[in-house]
């Protein structure tokens, strides 16, 4: 029994250890999912200003993704099962560099457009990371997903308390101070784009989380989750 616990310990060590580069991946999405929201809020005075919102239009900059989460989230899982898990967050981390390059124009309709598509592409990485989590790091599901959380709450904390300083102290104006956000996106692009592949686990994954998706329509304590949030 002690042998059979030890040859599975050292085969999980050997899994994390070869899933390096997933890791650095994951991390590095993690830092893209939540400094270009957190970011808006700190120069929504300027941005308003600079375009002539109103209230309401104000209130939608950071409304909007949060409506964007909502209507794609449900569908990640089927576009990963059709296309695979790598390839739909490359997609994912180009749309959001898309993006974030066109709301930093100043106009409105750019600013809006590019609002859309930036939470398009943070849903269907909110859904998929979890998956791959699960996929790749059966037995360390804990500690990768405590690095995910981590890193993407720690980089929006410091883009929102960043956010004027770069605007103002430095000069890049709000819309240098929202556009560069998109380096960390160029970053993580580059480095995923080499763990691109279609294999039969990710179809696996994604159809098994399709299943699940389906089953929560049926189940109380989803609901009861759902009322309380």
Request: glycine letters at 8%; aromatic letters at 8%; a positive charge.
């Amino acid at each position: 029994m002690t042998v059979h616990s030890d040859a599975k310990l050292t085969a999980s060590k050997q899994s994390f250890s070869l899933g390096w580069p997933i890791i650095i991946g994951v991390v590095l999405i993690s830092l893209t999912m939540r400094s270009p929201l957190t970011s808006v809020g700190p120069l929504s005075g300027s941005i308003r200003e600079s375009l002539e919102l109103s209230n309401t239009a104000t209130g939608l900059l950071t409304t909007l993704p949060l409506l964007a989460f909502a209507f794609l989230s449900p569908f990640a899982p089927i576009l990963a099962r059709r296309f695979g898990m790598e390839r739909i967050m490359l997609y994912a981390l180009i749309l959001l560099m898309f993006g974030i390059a066109i709301r930093t124009l100043p106009a409105i309709i750019p600013m809006f457009a590019g609002i859309i598509l930036l939470g398009l592409a943070i849903a269907v990485c909110n859904v998929l990371i979890p998956s791959l989590i699960k996929r790749d790091f059966p037995r360390k599901v804990g500690l990768m997903t405590g690095m995910y959380s981590v890193s993407m709450d720690l980089c929006g904390a410091i883009a929102s308390g960043v956010s004027i300083p770069l605007a103002h102290n430095l000069g890049l104006g709000w819309n240098g101070a929202l556009g560069i956000w998109g380096l960390p996106v160029l970053i993580a692009t580059l480095f995923w784009l080499p763990q691109v592949r279609v294999s039969q686990a990710s179809v696996g994954l994604a159809s098994s989380s399709v299943s699940v998706r389906r089953s929560l329509w049926r189940s109380p304590l989803a609901w009861t989750i759902t009322l309380f949030m």
